[in-house]
C-alpha cells in the first residue's frame, strides 16, 4: 500500500486540445496538467464542455476529427507483465503514438479501460454480453482473471490464446464479480433485454476483464437512477481495491465524487483551476468557482426554508471569445478589477497537497 | 364478477409475450416472419423454384435438354384419363402423334393417334444425365416408356423447332436464370456493403473517390453499357465462361446503389456510443467497421438485395434476348424468350411464351419475400 501511494502512472502536461471549426479555433484544453497516481481515484468535475470528456480521450489519443492535440505530453508509466514474474517499467507517449496503430490499441482496453456515460448505447446491439466481454478478452489475448495463489495456472496460461470455453468462463466469472444475477443465462443475453444498470455493469465487465491499471469513467451514472448508481459506485470501489486499479472519475456530481475520489481537480473551461484531497477540497475549497459550486448543492434540512439555491451568476464563456486574464473573472464574486482580468493566474500551493489557479492566492 | 371476467383475456396472453423476451433476434425473426402468409408463400415457391430448377432439372425433366425428337414445333400433348371406349384410367396416358404437312401452306400439324396409347410413368428409364455433375442416373421424374416405342413421346408444354421439350428446356433454362440472379447479387452485395462500408466510416477522400466512382458508373445508360461490356467478352470463350463473366458485369454495374444506402447507414451509426466504446477497447478500424457496424446495416441489405434480385434476372433475360448474353448451346429463360421473339414464333408455337409465366412468378415470390423479410427483419418496429 505504501509503496503505491504517490506512484504516478499517468501525467500530463501542459496538454492543449484545439478545435479548428470554421467560427475560429475552440481550445476545448488548455494547458492542463493533472496527475493520476497508480491504484488511487481521480476525481475529475467541471460544467459541462469544461473539457473533462476530451481529457479522457486525450488520454486514449482518441480525440475526434476536427480537434488536434496541439501542446503537452501525456506520459504513460507502463508497466507491462512478463511472464508474472518481472516487471518491466516503459514510459510511453501517448501522444506521440500513431493513433490507429499497434501499440496505442494495446493500451486501449487492455491497460486503459474506458466507460461511457451511455449504457444504453454503448454495446453493440446485435452481440451478446458474452461475446463483448469474450472480443475485450481475445483482442488483448489475455488469460482469465485468477484469485491471489494460483501461480501455476497463471504460468502455464501466460502465453495461451484462451479457448472458447474458457473465453466464456471468463465472461460468466466478469458478470458475477460485476453483480449481475444468473451470470450463466445472462451472458447469452442481448443489450436490448438488460435494464440501463446492468449494462452499465456489462460495460464495466468489460473494461475491467483486461485488468486495466486505468479506468477512465466518463460519468458512468448520470444516466442510472439513484439506487442503481449507488450499487455501481459500489461495485466499482470494490473492483478497484482487488485489482489495486487507478480510476479516471469524470463527472459534475459533486455527492457521487466526494464518495469515490482520493484527488478531484476542478475544471473550468479547458484549465484546472484547482486541486485537492477529497477532503480538503469540501471542507476549504479556495477558488471562488469551486466554492460557488459547492455553494449550489441543495442541502436538506437547512434552517432557512423556502430559500432559492444559490447559482453561479452569468453564462459560460463564449469559446471563441474568451475572456482575458483569468477566465472565471466575469462571473467571479471576488473580481478584482485591474488584476483578474489582465494577468493569468498560475498555480499556486496553498496547503500541503493542495493548488489552486487564482490571483487571490498569488502575490503579484 | 364482471371485473374479473373482463380482467381475464387480458391476463391470458401475458405468458406468451413473456415468452417472446427471452428469444432471440433471430427467432423473433422468424416468428414475425411466419405470420406474414404472403411472404411465406414466395419463400415456398423460391425454395422449390430454386430446388427444381438449379438442382433436380435432369430428374423433374423428362429428356435431356438437347434430345431432339421428330415432333418439331409439335404442341403441347394432351393429357387423357379417359380413353375412345370411355374406360377411365387412374394412370394418365398420352395418344401417339401423327405429323401430318398441308402441302399448300407447308405448315405441319400433328393429329392424335388414338390407336396408340402411352401411359405416363413415373420414375420412368430415359435419357442418362449426371446429378450435380457426378452421380450417374437415368430417372426422370415422369415421361413414357421410349425403349419399347420409340416413338412415343410427352411434349407438356410443347416443343420447339428442333423437337426438343419446351418443359425441359424451361426447367434447364431456369438453372442459369435464377442462378446468375442469385450469384450476381451476391458479388452486388459483397462489393457495395465493404465499399460502402468504408467510404461511410473514412469519409474524406476515400469518400469522395468511392461515391464519385458510383456516381460515374450510374451516369451510364445501362443497355448500351452491358453491349459494349458485352461484345468485349471474346466470342471464342466457351459460353460457361462468357457466362460467368456476365455475371460480373451485372454485378459490377449494379454495386453503386447499394454501396451508397450503406455508406449513408454507416454514416449514422459510426457516431453511436458502441463505435466509441468499440475503439477505446482496442479495437482496430476494420474490427469496428465489419464487426460493430456492419451488422447494423445488414437487415436493410438483405431486404434490398432480395428486392433486387429480381432485377438481376431480368437484366439477364433482357441481355440474352439481345443476343448478348447468355449463347446457346447454353439455356436461359432470357435464351429461350429470344426464341419465341418472332411473329412466326407467336403463330406458329405459341407455347414458346410458356416461359414468361415463369419469369413473373419468380419475380413476384421474389418481391412478396423481400417485403416480407423487411417488416419481419425489424421485429422491435410497429405493426
Redesign the interface.
Known amino acids: 500500500m505504501s509503496e503505491s501511494l504517490s506512484e504516478p502512472l499517468i501525467e500530463v502536461k501542459d496538454l492543449r486540445v484545439e478545435f479548428d471549426v470554421r467560427a475560429g479555433i475552440v481550445k476545448a484544453v488548455d494547458g492542463l496538467t493533472l496527475t493520476i497516481q497508480r491504484g488511487k481515484t481521480l476525481g475529475v468535475i467541471g460544467e459541462s464542455g469544461c473539457g473533462k470528456s476530451m481529457t479522457a480521450r486525450a488520454i ?1 489519443n ?1 480525440i475526434p476529427k476536427p480537434g488536434k492535440i496541439t501542446q503537452g505530453k501525456i506520459v504513460y508509466h507502463r508497466r507491462l507483465q512478463n511472464n508474472g514474474q518481472s516487471q518491466l517499467d516503459d514510459i510511453v507517449e501517448l501522444t506521440e503514438l500513431d493513433p ?1 496503430g499497434k501499440v496505442i ?6 491497460e486503459i ?2 466507460i ?1 456515460q ?1 449504457p444504453m ?7 451478446t454480453v458474452g461475446s463483448h466481454i469474450n ?2 478478452v481475445a ?2 489475448h489475455l488469460t482469465p482473471v485468477r484469485k491471489v495463489g494460483d501461480q501455476l495456472a497463471e504460468q502455464v496460461m501466460a502465453h495461451r490464446q484462451v479457448t472458447k470455453e474458457e473465453s466464456r468462463e471468463i465472461a460468466i466469472k466478469m458478470l458475477q464479480r460485476v453483480g449481475i444475477p444468473k451470470p450463466t443465462e445472462r451472458v447469452d443475453s ?1 443489450p ?2 438488460l435494464s440501463g444498470g446492468q449494462r452499465q455493469r456489462v ?1 464495466i465487465a ?2 475491467l476483464s483486461c485488468e486495466p491499471a486505468l479506468l477512465i469513467a466518463d460519468e458512468p451514472t448520470t444516466a442510472l437512477d439513484v439506487s442503481i448508481e449507488a450499487q455501481i459506485l459500489d461495485i466499482m470501489r470494490e473492483l478497484q481495491e482487488s485489482v489495486n486499479m487507478a480510476i479516471m472519475f469524470i463527472t459534475h456530481n459533486l455527492g457521487v465524487i466526494a464518495s469515490m475520489a482520493d484527488e478531484i481537480v476542478v475544471m473550468y473551461m479547458g484549465k484546472a483551476v484547482e486541486r485537492a484531497k477529497v477532503v480538503d477540497l469540501f471542507k476549504n475549497a479556495k477558488h471562488p468557482y469551486t466554492q460557488a459550486l459547492l455553494k449550489s448543492i441543495p442541502h436538506l434540512g437547512k434552517k432557512k426554508v423556502g430559500g432559492r439555491l444559490a447559482s453561479i451568476s452569468g453564462m459560460v464563456p463564449d469559446p471563441f471569445n474568451l475572456p482575458t486574464g483569468c477566465v472565471f473573472h466575469p462571473r467571479c464574486p471576488m473580481f478584482m478589477p485591474g488584476k483578474c482580468d489582465q494577468i493569468a493566474p498560475s498555480w499556486t500551493k496553498v496547503d500541503e497537497e493542495h493548488w489552486v489557479s487564482c490571483l487571490l492566492y498569488e502575490e503579484v | 364478477m364482471a371485473v374479473l371476467e373482463q380482467s381475464q383475456p387480458m391476463t391470458a396472453p401475458a405468458p406468451a409475450k413473456q415468452k417472446k423476451v427471452g428469444q432471440s433476434y433471430a427467432s423473433l425473426v422468424w416468428w414475425k416472419f411466419k405470420r406474414n402468409r404472403v411472404a411465406v408463400v414466395g419463400g415456398v415457391i423460391l425454395i422449390t423454384f430454386y430446388l427444381s430448377f438449379v438442382f433436380l432439372p435432369e430428374i423433374i425433366s423428362p429428356y435431356d435438354v438437347q434430345h431432339s425428337s421428330d415432333f418439331a414445333e409439335a404442341g403441347p400433348t394432351p393429357l387423357h384419363f379417359v380413353d375412345q371406349a370411355g374406360k377411365f384410367h387412374l394412370q394418365p396416358f398420352v395418344y401417339g402423334m401423327e405429323q401430318k404437312l398441308d402441302f399448300k401452306t407447308r405448315a405441319r400439324t400433328y393429329v392424335e393417334d388414338t390407336t396408340r396409347i402411352y401411359p405416363i410413368h413415373f420414375f420412368v428409364h430415359g435419357d442418362p444425365y449426371k446429378l450435380f455433375g457426378f452421380i450417374p442416373l437415368d430417372i426422370h421424374l415422369y415421361g413414357v416408356d421410349q425403349k419399347s416405342d420409340p416413338q412415343a413421346i410427352v411434349l407438356l408444354l410443347g416443343a420447339d423447332a428442333l423437337g426438343r421439350d419446351w418443359f425441359t428446356r424451361i426447367m434447364y433454362g431456369g438453372r442459369l436464370s435464377l442462378l446468375i440472379g442469385l450469384i450476381g447479387q451476391f458479388l452486388t452485395l459483397f462489393f457495395g456493403t465493404a465499399l460502402g462500408v468504408v467510404s461511410g466510416f473514412y469519409g474524406g477522400a476515400v469518400d469522395q473517390l468511392i461515391q464519385r466512382t458510383t456516381e460515374f458508373l450510374s451516369t451510364f445508360p445501362e443497355i448500351p453499357l452491358f453491349m459494349a461490356l458485352a461484345a468485349a467478352i471474346p466470342p471464342y470463350w466457351s459460353p460457361l465462361a462468357a457466362y460467368f463473366v456476365l455475371t460480373l458485369i451485372l454485378s459490377f454495374v449494379r454495386w453503386g446503389g447499394l454501396a451508397r444506402q450503406v455508406r449513408g447507414l454507416i454514416l449514422s451509426l459510426r457516431e453511436r456510443e458502441y463505435a466509441l466504446a468499440a475503439k477505446s477497447a482496442g479495437a482496430s478500424d476494420a474490427r469496428i467497421m465489419f464487426r460493430h457496424l456492419m451488422p447494423g446495416t445488414m437487415s436493410h441489405v438483405v431486404v434490398i438485395a432480395t428486392l433486387a434480385i429480381p432485377s438481376m434476372i431480368l437484366a439477364e433475360t433482357a441481355l440474352s434476348w439481345l443476343g448478348l448474353g447468355i449463347r446457346p448451346p447454353l439455356t436461359s429463360w432470357g435464351v429461350l424468350l429470344q426464341d419465341a421473339a418472332s411473329v412466326r414464333a407467336i403463330h406458329n408455337t405459341p407455347w414458346e411464351l410458356w416461359t414468361v409465366p415463369f419469369i413473373l412468378v419468380t419475380i413476384l415470390a421474389y418481391n412478396m419475400l423481400g417485403d416480407g423479410l423487411r417488416d419481419a427483419l425489424d421485429p422491435y418496429g410497429a405493426r
Do not use: K, N
Open positions: 486514449l482518441m490507429d490499441r494495446e493500451i486501449r482496453g487492455g479501460g474506458m461511457f451511455e448505447s454503448s454495446l453493440t446491439p446485435v452481440y472480443e475485450a483482442l488483448h442481448y436490448h433485454q460495460m468489460i473494461a
